[in-house]
């Protein structure tokens, strides 16, 4: 078994993590960084990749939208991808512009045939012109999309299906949406085909509250601690997978000293170790 946990690169985190590798097995890159990036950082990147595994991670490709997605921001993954030579990228589903409009945020598209249609179309097209298929990530969102007629995990469940890619499982996202919502998260993950779940995201969010009600939702926002649930979840996923689990812990400000990272990577280790021992304990 060879789970690897690893952070998201930051440049606020560089140093710490420069510092740690005996103690991170991977790093993920935001691609989208280095698409017009100059030569010395694209080489940087180069550098990095040779002292540590580096997955690329997208956010501005908008796979799951009837929109088909931009071919030269196809064509400028593919060229780094083809540079950086990375143990795999991701991207969400999410849809990111339409009618010629840049939304600026991961959006969450109507859960319906037609966007599973054209995440489906899309992902064809990534994989025609970059030569693999990202894996997919699940995103949080504070609104449930309208004119949605499948749930969350029916319509992640049916991409998946459709296009024949993996999933990278945000936990966080998960975790959000479904106290925002009210679903159950181990319902969705026991929906899942357990083999294509091949990475996991850990982070963290905080509660906001509406302006004229007292209700709360769920802000995935990535600035806080790793809570107590979102382990308990990696621990579950432990005892429903066999195979080996890429764990990324994502931070986007806030930054705590990288000792208070490392610590949150070892309980994720411990979490799913948890989970893989008592699945084995239940097999015997």
Request: hydrophobic share 45%; proline share 5%.
């Amino acid at each position: 078994m060879n789970d690897r946990f690893g952070l998201g690169w930051r440049p606020e985190l560089a140093a710490g993590i420069l510092s740690n590798l005996n103690r991170i097995d991977v790093v993920e890159v935001i691609a989208d960084d280095y698409f017009d990036a100059p030569k010395s950082k694209r080489r940087a990147l180069k550098t990095l990749a040779i002292q540590v595994p580096v997955a690329l991670h997208g956010v501005s490709l908008g796979l799951a939208s009837s929109v088909s997605v931009e071919a030269t921001r196809l064509e400028q993954t593919a060229q780094l991808v083809e540079e950086i030579q990375p143990e795999f990228w991701s991207e969400h589903l999410a849809f990111v512009r339409g009618g010629g409009i840049e939304i600026g945020h991961l959006a969450a598209p109507p859960r319906t045939a037609t966007t599973i249609d054209g995440a489906a179309r899309n992902l064809a097209a990534a994989r025609k012109i970059i030569g693999v298929l990202p894996l997919v990530e699940n995103i949080a969102t504070l609104i449930d999309p309208q004119g949605s007629t499948l749930s969350e995990a029916d319509w992640t469940r049916d991409i998946l299906a459709a296009a024949n890619c993996a999933l990278l499982l945000d936990l966080h996202n998960l975790y959000a949406n479904s106290v925002n919502f009210g679903f159950d998260p181990y319902d969705f993950t026991d929906r899942m085909p357990q083999e294509k779940i091949h990475a996991i995201h850990l982070a963290g969010g905080r509660w906001i509250k509406a302006k004229t009600t007292d209700e709360r939702r769920l802000l995935d926002d990535h600035l806080h601690d790793v809570p107590e649930a979102v382990y308990a979840l990696l621990e579950y996923i432990g005892t429903k997978m066999a195979h080996p689990l890429t764990v990324i812990l994502e931070r986007d400000g806030r930054y705590p000293p990288i000792g208070i990272l490392l610590n949150q990577l070892d309980r994720a280790r411990d979490a799913l170790r948890r989970g893989r021992a008592k699945r084995l304990s239940e097999a015997a």
